[in-house]
């Protein structure tokens, strides 16, 4: 992500006439995408990674127009990214899931399953073992 944010700081400095910024700018001029093509474009990627990052896309241009301006931007806002993603990743991995209430009930060990094959496939750890 950090690349892609300064490569297109980059490009955006870069003089109009040269290619990279005019096919980053550029719209197809004729035809269209192939059936079961290509499902974004580098600027629809790029418009997310900004919303990442929290870079306000509307001053996109006069942040990237000063590399040094660019870079501290960047960097605050991948710390941002870095934090908010390690956040989200702990509110997943620590989230209880609820007990289903109602089901089918194992008659040995009372364990309440959300579905018949649930409860066959809970059966397994009460068979005996082979190696004992």
């Known amino acids: 992500m950090q690349r892609q944010l300064r490569w297109f700081g980059y490009v955006i400095?870069?003089?109009?006439?040269?290619l990279p910024r005019r096919i980053l700018y550029?719209?197809?001029?004729?035809?269209?995408?192939a059936t079961g093509g290509q499902k974004k474009r580098f600027s629809d990627q790029l418009k997310a990674t900004l919303r990442?990052?929290?870079?306000?896309p509307a001053q996109l241009k006069t942040l990237a127009a000063d590399r040094e301006e660019w870079r501290e931007v960047c960097d605050e806002g991948l710390a941002a990214f870095d934090i908010n993603y390690d956040q989200e990743a702990d509110a997943r991995r620590h989230k209880v899931t609820s007990v289903p209430a109602t089901g089918p009930r194992c008659h040995i060990c009372g364990r309440v399953c959300a579905s018949d094959f649930g409860l066959r496939s809970h059966f397994v750890c009460h068979r005996p073992s082979l190696t004992s």
């Open 26 to 33: 550029s719209e197809l001029q004729q035809g269209q995408r």
């Open 13 to 18: 400095r870069m003089q109009s006439n040269r």
């Open 52 to 56: 990442k990052c929290s870079i306000p």
